[in-house]
């Protein structure tokens, strides 16, 4: 798929990853954006910035996802790409508060899930439509420094990797976005990548460009870190190897906070 034209929402759109797609997505030829965050003025700011429209959204209220779609249908049309984006770090172990595992259960696995519920029938109507969820290495790997992230991130790939298989004959494409550290707020914290910087950290920019020729292949896995394909042959291949590798690593990192 082409950006060109296309009608695409980005979650997540105040700043980060979010607000680069939507300086990308305008560079690309779409024909209309719209970005949606809990921060409201950084989201106004985007928003102008990229001759777009700015909503409102807590991605980990279904309402609020709903509410965005028909807003944003209403207002500029069907739409053709949607990127549930948003995210969050908030490292933490198996002892962390039930609270704090329901947070990162709710936005980085449950507003995938309302996203597709609220945009993926009229896309399989129409017959085209592109879903971009994102997830991280994480979700590809593990986080050796958190299970609530790890654990989640794993869920969001797992339940792409279902999408992908229900509607790809719709004329749905899936894809899901893994990086490493990219430099985002989420990062700009001492616990924020202690780990997944180690093969570099790259700019939101960048992993724009990872995006763009994702979508033309229409292939499942963007990932813009390449070290993270030869780490996943390496866990596929011997998994028991790769445990043992990850627990050392663990031990010398320390844990994240």
Not at 1 to 10: C, L, R, S, T, Y
Not at 35 to 46: F, G
């Amino acid at each position: 798929m082409k950006v060109k034209d296309k009608i695409a929402v980005i979650t997540g759109g105040a700043s980060g990853i979010g607000a680069a797609l939507a300086r990308r997505f305008r560079t690309e030829g779409a024909k209309a954006i719209a970005v949606a965050d809990i921060q409201e003025s950084l989201l106004q700011e985007v928003a102008a910035e990229v001759d777009g429209m700015a909503v409102t959204c807590n991605v980990a209220d279904e309402d609020d996802i709903q509410n965005l779609v028909s807003e944003v249908e209403d207002t500029l049309g069907p739409i053709d790409i949607f990127c549930s984006n948003a995210g969050i770090a908030r490292l933490g172990d198996e002892d962390e508060p039930n609270d704090e595992w329901q947070m990162n259960w709710d936005i980085h696995v449950m507003a995938h899930v309302y996203a597709v519920r609220a945009v993926a029938p009229g896309m399989a109507a129409r017959g085209s439509g592109y879903l971009i969820h994102t997830a991280s290495a994480a979700g590809l790997l593990s986080h050796i420094q958190s299970a609530t992230y790890s654990v989640t991130k794993h869920a969001a790939v797992a339940f792409a990797e279902w999408v992908s298989i229900k509607y790809r004959d719709q004329g749905i494409c899936v894809s899901v976005l893994a990086p490493q550290a990219v430099r985002t707020p989420m990062t700009d914290r001492p616990e924020g990548a202690i780990v997944a910087s180690l093969d570099g950290m790259i700019e939101p920019e960048d992993l724009t460009d990872y995006v763009i020729e994702t979508m033309a292949k229409e292939e499942f896995l963007m990932i813009p870190h390449q070290e993270v394909k030869g780490y996943m042959a390496r866990k596929n291949e011997d998994i028991d190897r790769w445990l043992v590798g990850m627990n050392r690593w663990r031990t010398k990192s320390g844990p994240a906070r």
